[in-house]
């Protein structure tokens, strides 16, 4: 004998119903109509339609301010009947947003709300895969604002769950209004960390046409995928695969320089760091200077590896007559108090002219 399975979940009311703000918005309209059918029916002053009103719709059986005549009581009834409707509506939403937490939610979700409105020249970040959660933590490390944005709801607890307060929205990146929410209008940068190559160009070409001025950076999976990305607006793609197979086969034909190199990198082991020095956040007075008249390995004990040329075209080990132009800049190697020196070294560098 087949036994019927029966389905409970279809006798529950959907939470989209129970709204705080219906139920309040039908308390005031209930005595809205209550206090003006009162005064107009019964002649009653302000002061006695609301306590009339009260003693009505609260069962309390308080007596009447005066005895009302035959159309105040159907009035009366008609109230009480109604209100046993509203009354409920209340109650469930009430009792809904108390007991599934929804209130503490919808706090929590004004207060990241709130403080992603408050962000500039952040970077958003779409996913919070593998790659996404490393990118996190370099962040959180170096104190950059972010806010991620991932529509996966175990990727979403991993982040409710984490020790480092990281301001996310449980939306899906490929859509504008979930960009535009996490404030790319202000943004410094966006990464595109989605597994899916299509979504990952879909997020690129949104954000570049929102955002002109955005540095886009996009992982790929695909080596086809690169191509279509940079036509969609990247600025940088980068096949984490392909990066990895490189490391490995390099490990094996250099594996001194390679050791070297993650040594260097390495947060946690390593206090040597790399510095980018842009020809924009040069001081006025450090343009048109060339490197020897900058004087920074003297000054901070930091080098200058590298040049980029505005083309994108890199050139190691500067000569010492290179000058930065609009779009290029150096890259500064150095441990970290030598980074730090030379930032405060840049920073002053007009009072030390003068």
Known sequence: ????RVNWNIYTVPSSFLSIRVAIALLLLEFLIGIS????IEGFG???AFYMMVITISTVGFSEVQPLSPLGRIFTASLIIVNIGIFAYVLAAFSYYVIQGEIFKNMHL???????DKLEN??????????GREIAQHFNKHRLPFVVLDLDPAKIEQLQKSDEKILYLEEDATHDDALLRAGIKRANALISALPDDSDNVYVVLSARQINPRLNIISRAKDPK???KLFMAGADHVVMPEQIGGFYMATLVSKPGAVEFFSFITNEYRSDIGFEEVTFEHLPK??????LSQLNIRESTGANVIGYKAPDGHYEVNPSPHTVLGPGSSYIVLGSNQQL????YYLEHYPERIM
């Open 1 to 4: 004998m087949l036994k019927s």
């Open 110 to 116: 004004n207060l990241i709300n709130s403080s992603i």
């Open 225 to 227: 995928s690169q191509k």
């Open 340 to 343: 730090k020196q030379l930032r």
């Open 37 to 40: 059918g009162y005064m107009a």
């Open 122 to 131: 952040h970077i958003i970040l779409c996913g919070y895969g593998k790659y």
């Open 46 to 48: 302000l002061i006695d």
């Open 285 to 290: 007075e450090c343009r048109g200077r060339s």
